[in-house]
């Protein structure tokens, strides 16, 4: 199938426009995102080794990393308990932007999945008790029916606890590459990279051909 041509008219990116720490250089792109009213700016999509991949919703970022939520037991969980590799990929393409990173994920303290959990809406608790993520379900109705049997289990209650089989991932990055689309597909990319192992100083920032 022939895919319509469209050029990039960003403006250049240059090394000077960028942060020197590649998540503070992050937090000015995701804020523009939000700003230009794209549909959620905070989906990214979680490579693991297995291969696979799927979307999730960004939760945060601070000088850590990147964070995410989900089931323990989901098949994501499983991959990245048997290796912690991750990659993570943003596409704010109506900016003609898009963002990777490359790292290892840790799970959360409880502490920090407790109080995500506790700002969820009640249903969105009540379905992380309820939903065996990625077994493999003979219909909808069983699920209702595992919902309402959760619903069951804490009515009356205002405070729904996190599941001890659900909680938060930290992604500590290595690698973060921008990208900014141009005309003629000859596109600005620059990357940062930790310096090797023992070796003095911060974030490494070079540019790559597109």
């Known amino acids: 199938m022939a895919a319509e041509h469209r050029d990039y008219e960003a403006r250049p990116l240059e090394r000077s426009d960028l942060d020197p720490d590649p998540l503070a250089q992050f937090a000015r792109w995701f ?20 291969p696979a991949s799927r ?19 989901s098949a994501k969980a499983r991959e990245l308990e ?6 993570l990929s943003f596409g704010w393409l109506p900016l003609h932007r898009s963002v990777r990173v490359n ?5 959360l303290p409880d502490g920090e999945s407790d109080a995500y959990f506790a700002s969820r809406p009640r249903s969105a608790r ?8 990625s077994d493999v379900l003979g219909s909808r109705e069983e699920l ?3 919902v309402a049997d959760a619903e069951a289990r ?34 600005d990319r620059l990357r940062y990279s930790r310096p090797p192992a023992g070796a ?4 490494i920032l070079e540019r790559l051909a597109p």
Do not use: K
């Not at 523009?32 to 080794?49: C, K, N």
């Not at 960004?58 to 000088?63: A, I, T």
């Not at 048997?82 to 990659?87: G, I, K, Q, T």
């Not at 003095?200 to 974030?203: E, R, V, Y």
């Open 31 to 50: 804020a523009e995102a939000r700003a230009a009213g794209l549909a959620e700016p905070e989906a990214m999509l979680v490579s693991t080794t297995a």
């Open 55 to 73: 979307y999730v919703l960004l939760r945060g970022v601070d000088e850590r990393g990147f964070r995410f939520f989900t089931n323990y037991r």
């Open 82 to 87: 048997a290796d912690p590799a991750v990659a």
């Open 103 to 107: 790292g290892t994920a840790e799970r």
């Open 126 to 133: 009540i379905g992380a008790w309820a939903s065996p993520q």
């Open 144 to 146: 209702d029916l595992l």
């Open 154 to 187: 804490f009515e009356g209650l205002s405070d729904v606890p996190r599941p001890p089989h659900w909680g938060g991932y930290l992604v500590r990055p290595h690698a973060l590459e921008f990208w900014q689309g141009r005309p003629s597909r000859l596109h």
């Open 200 to 203: 003095d100083g911060g974030w």
